[in-house]
């Protein structure tokens, strides 16, 4: 079974522009989770969506959303994007909800704001 | 929010030695999970474990719900083991998400 996939896996933008990160969860896995590593936060967490609907939601600011679609695949989007917003940004699926079930993570995108 | 402490923050190991990193975490879980990440920057699963032990291969984890702590132990260490190691849990009350831990970082030397 192939495992969780994101695009792109690099990403390099300027500020004040706006990006779309994609995730394709493992085949059957109905729960994706996003979030953001920095070297100064570590890794926080962003949304949560199982079966279209956002569960939850991280501290961010609104410029930070995100969706799911029938197929389970998730993107995120950052919209005026800051230097600040340079991280490595990760995916994770499960089958069920990430409470009581594993979670499994993609490779990443990291986006390099100049 | 559920705070979570790793420790120790750095070790350094001769290929072949044993280590054990340990998770603390401030409230009852209900989800804990053991990641290695590599080089890349990918998580790779290493154990799911709420409680109790389990083992694979030359890594074994035990997770003492009750006390609040999580041990992740790495025997015969190689080279490829080195990277960074964290522990995420599950809050069963409050703002439900996997909060991470700050993470070893593992550095096994030939």
Not at chain 1, 68 to 75: A, I, K, L, V
Not at chain 2, 41 to 49: D, T, V
Not at chain 2, 76 to 101: R, W
Request: charged content about 15%; overall charge positive; hydrophobic content about 30%.
């Amino acid at each position: 079974k192939a495992g969780v996939t994101q695009t792109p896996r690099y990403l390099i933008k300027t500020r004040g522009q706006q990006v779309t990160l994609s995730c394709s969860p493992i085949s059957g896995h109905r729960s994706v989770s996003w979030y953001q590593q920095t070297p100064g936060q570590g890794l926080q967490f962003l949304f949560e969506y199982f079966s279209e609907t956002q569960r939850n939601k991280g501290n961010f600011p609104g410029r930070f959303s995100g969706r799911q679609f029938s197929n389970s695949r998730s993107e995120m989007n950052v919209s005026t994007l800051e230097l600040g917003d340079s991280a490595l940004y990760l995916c994770a699926s499960s089958f069920g909800q990430p409470s009581t079930d594993t979670q499994y993570f993609g490779p990443g995108t990291r986006l390099t704001v100049l | 929010g559920i705070q979570v402490e790793q420790s120790p923050p750095d070790l350094i190991l001769q290929e072949g030695a044993n280590s054990t990193l340990r998770c603390n975490f401030s409230d009852s879980v209900n989800n804990l999970q053991w990641f290695h990440q590599n080089p890349w920057g990918q998580l790779i699963n290493l154990f799911y474990i709420p409680s109790g032990t389990k083992q694979n291969g030359r890594l074994s984890a035990t997770t003492v719900a009750t006390e609040r702590y999580s041990l992740l132990y790495i025997s015969s260490s190689q080279t490829t083991d080195s990277g960074v190691y964290f522990c995420a849990v599950h809050p069963i009350f409050g703002n439900e998400k996997l909060t991470f831990g700050t993470g070893t970082r593992l550095t096994i030397i030939p």
